[in-house]
């Protein structure tokens, strides 16, 4: 009996707390999910500098709440800002700057799409001001190499440009103005007997000739007026060159002899000139 009734207690126990546990999960409160967009992490990245994730996080916030209509004012706003700013660059010619922040905008574009009317501007504007940017940026980074004699980097520099852009035929006229300048020092040089110089600019411009007959444009000067220019140069050191070895002035002679080879590069004869003047550069110091 006493076994019996030690069930029965057992088992009352055991409803009394099934019962007790189903009263409290039915009368706790249920949690409340926000349905608040959140965009403190996407503006903290654009506080940041970070433009990029600032975008991604605006056009996730927008997918998530399309219907919210601080999502889209914000992120509006935000995409304005990056623009003005570039605007800003362009205006103070960081031209670097500007075309960074247009790019970031025509990359993401796609984006923007399903409310690309309410913004102030479009991919051809965007693509507009990135070759404006990039022409300024080449027009400076010419003129410095130009002003430096650093020819091959000016011809590569617009190579590049005018391979973004082959139908910009100011690209094209802008080079030949620079070419016709090359070839204006060039003829200076050789009038002012700096044959040095003016050999290493028609050795250049030959080189670069073919690749400018492509570009279809007037020339001043032909392969055979430059191979003729390069000719007079090569002559008149190599002349200068022996009559300072004729005198015992080596170390001058060489000098001037090297100074062929930095346009003509291949020329044995030379080679041969400078190797026997420093043999007998080293016999005299022994």
Same mark, same amino acid.
């Given at each position: 009996?006493?076994?019996q009734?030690?069930k029965?207690?057992?088992?009352?126990?055991?409803?009394y707390?099934?019962?007790?546990?189903?009263?409290?999960?039915?009368?706790?409160?249920?949690?409340?999910?926000?349905?608040?967009?959140?965009?403190?992490?996407?503006?903290?990245?654009?506080?940041?500098?970070?433009?990029?994730?600032?975008?991604?996080?605006?056009?996730?916030?927008?997918?998530?709440?399309?219907?919210?209509?601080?999502?889209?004012?914000?992120?509006?706003?935000?995409?304005?800002?990056?623009?003005?700013?570039?605007?800003? !660059?362009?205006?103070?010619?960081? %031209?670097? /700057?500007? $075309?960074?922040?247009?790019?970031?905008? +025509?990359?993401?574009?796609?984006? &923007?799409?399903?409310?690309?009317?309410?913004?102030?501007?479009?991919?051809?504007?965007l693509?507009?001001?990135?070759?404006?940017?990039?022409?300024?940026?080449?027009?400076?980074?010419?003129?410095?190499?130009?002003?430096?004699?650093?020819?091959?980097?000016?011809?590569?520099?617009?190579?590049?440009?005018?391979?973004?852009?082959?139908?910009?035929?100011?690209?094209?006229?802008?080079?030949?103005?620079?070419?016709?300048?090359?070839?204006?020092?060039?003829?200076?040089a050789?009038?002012?007997?700096?044959?040095?110089? !003016?050999?290493?600019?028609?050795? %250049?411009? /030959?080189? $670069?000739?073919?690749?400018?007959?492509? +570009?279809?444009?007037?020339?001043? &000067?032909?392969?055979?007026?430059?191979?003729?220019?390069?000719?007079?140069?090569?002559?008149?050191?190599?002349?200068?060159?022996?009559?300072?070895?004729?005198?015992?002035?080596?170390?001058?002679?060489?000098?001037?002899?090297?100074?062929?080879?930095?346009?003509?590069?291949?020329?044995?004869?030379?080679?041969?000139a400078i190797?026997?003047?420093?043999?007998?550069?080293?016999?005299?110091?022994?």
């Open positions: 009996m006493n076994s009734l030690s029965f207690g057992n088992y009352s126990l055991m409803l707390f099934f019962f007790f546990l189903t009263y409290c999960s039915c009368s706790s409160p249920t949690k409340e999910v926000s349905t608040q967009p959140n965009l403190e992490i996407p503006r903290q990245h654009y506080s940041h500098g970070n433009l990029q994730k600032a975008i991604e996080g605006y056009s996730r916030a927008l997918e998530k709440y399309p219907d919210e209509p601080i999502v889209l004012e914000t992120y509006s706003q935000v995409l304005e800002e990056i623009k003005q700013s570039a605007d800003n !660059a362009f205006q103070s010619e960081d %031209f670097a /700057l500007a $075309e960074q922040r247009y790019s970031l905008l +025509l990359r993401n574009f796609p984006r &923007f799409q399903t409310f690309e009317r309410m913004l102030s501007f479009d991919p051809k504007y693509g507009h001001r990135i070759k404006e940017c990039l022409i300024a940026r080449s027009q400076a980074q010419i003129q410095h190499t130009i002003n430096a004699g650093e020819y091959v980097n000016t011809i590569e520099v617009y190579k590049s440009v005018i391979k973004a852009y082959p139908e910009d035929i100011s690209l094209r006229k802008n080079l030949i103005e620079e070419v016709k300048e090359l070839h204006r020092r060039g003829e200076k050789l009038e002012e007997e700096e044959y040095a110089a !003016a050999g290493k600019l028609y050795a %250049f411009l /030959l080189n $670069e000739n073919q690749w400018l007959i492509n +570009l279809d444009m007037p020339l001043p &000067f032909s392969s055979e007026s430059l191979g003729e220019g390069l000719k007079q140069c090569r002559i008149q050191l190599t002349r200068k060159g022996l009559e300072l070895y004729r005198k015992e002035k080596l170390k001058e002679a060489i000098s001037v002899w090297k100074s062929i080879l930095e346009f003509d590069p291949e020329n044995a004869e030379i080679r041969k190797g026997n003047a420093e043999e007998q550069l080293k016999k005299i110091k022994k």
